[in-house]
């Protein structure tokens, strides 16, 4: 599909002290490459994701914590790789079954909300919205530390430490509870939603699990690191950046964890919303994660992320629209 470009493309004011595009314009974004795979790419991610399919993750749903847009909010715990126990929400239709199941990522922000944001795009829908390892009050784990500047460097200097790569099999996990709680037709085709974090974690969790039908990923990070590692930012990308100057080897662990690069193996239905201006997370990273779908997608063409600016409300609310559409057409095939 044809992208959309904002309605008020004009330059943003800001004060940082780099140009958060990055000197690109919507043309050049759109020819923003995926970095090659590492030979042992999928054997890498397969084997990840069999060990996450093979855990009992023993979901319990604690009481009440509220009621809202259609849905009655509980806490939840599930356990995940490594046998960690981890919470979040779970949120249920107040009337009748769920007809719809979604997995909903977070941002580096974690959730701490008690009344977690609940883009549901469809009725009569159930959600999980999982904190994983180390992010927020309900994912808290010894020895992982909870800022984003300091998280998304733990364990890097080898892929099979790295908290990263952990995180995805949390929202593994996380559908392996929903699907347990969720009467089968629900369960048969599950959503994802994800946005920063969220979205860079959904690009590298959904090339190699068959319950998803549909995804929306929104400003998503980790695409494409070679060339964001030449980017400054104001998110984890810079403490990546750093990183990655006194040890200059990471880059091999990085390979395994490019949102752009597992994205070429993503050929469900993706609707991606990228920025063309954001502080925190590079827009080429953005729209190296939207180039390389092979499959069904969409662009929303977002005039900023992670920023303030006076047509965030429309915009927001055309991308609304559009994931009901979009998860409409695909999770009602």
Known sequence: MTPRSPATPGPLAHDFPFDPAHGYGLDGL????????????????????????AV?????????????????LHGVSF????GIRLGGWLALPLDGPAEHGFV?????????????ELPLPLPRSA???????????????????????????HGITSRDTYVIGGCVTDLWCAASALAELLPPPAAAGLGYLGESFGGGLGALALPWDGRFAAAQLTVPTFGNHPLRLTLP?????????????????????????DAATAAARLELPTLVAAALFDPSVPPPGQFA??????????????????F?????????????GRRERFFGQWLRA
């Open 30 to 53: 759109l020819r923003i490459p995926a970095p090659a795979a590492p030979e042992d790419f999928a054997d890498f991610w397969s084997a990840r994701y069999a060990e996450a399919r």
């Open 56 to 72: 009992d993750t023993a979901p319990e749903i604690g009481p009440a914590e509220g009621e809202r847009d259609g849905v009655r």
């Open 79 to 82: 356990t995940s790789v490594g």
């Open 104 to 116: 909903i990522g977070h941002g580096y922000g974690g959730r701490d909300a008690a009344a977690p």
């Open 127 to 153: 959600a999980i919205l999982p904190c994983v390892r180390g992010m927020g009050t309900r994912g808290s784990l010894a020895g992982v530390p909870g800022d984003a500047a300091s998280h998304v460097l």
């Open 233 to 257: 930012c104001t998110g984890s990308g810079e403490s990546v950046r750093a990183y990655h100057r006194e040890h200059p080897a990471v880059t091999d662990v990085l390979r395994y964890f």
């Open 289 to 306: 994660v939207y180039n390389a779908l092979p499959g069904p997608r969409e662009l929303q063409v977002l005039r900023a992320g992670h």
């Open 308 to 320: 303030r600016y006076a047509d965030e409300a429309e915009e927001a609310a055309e991308l609304r």
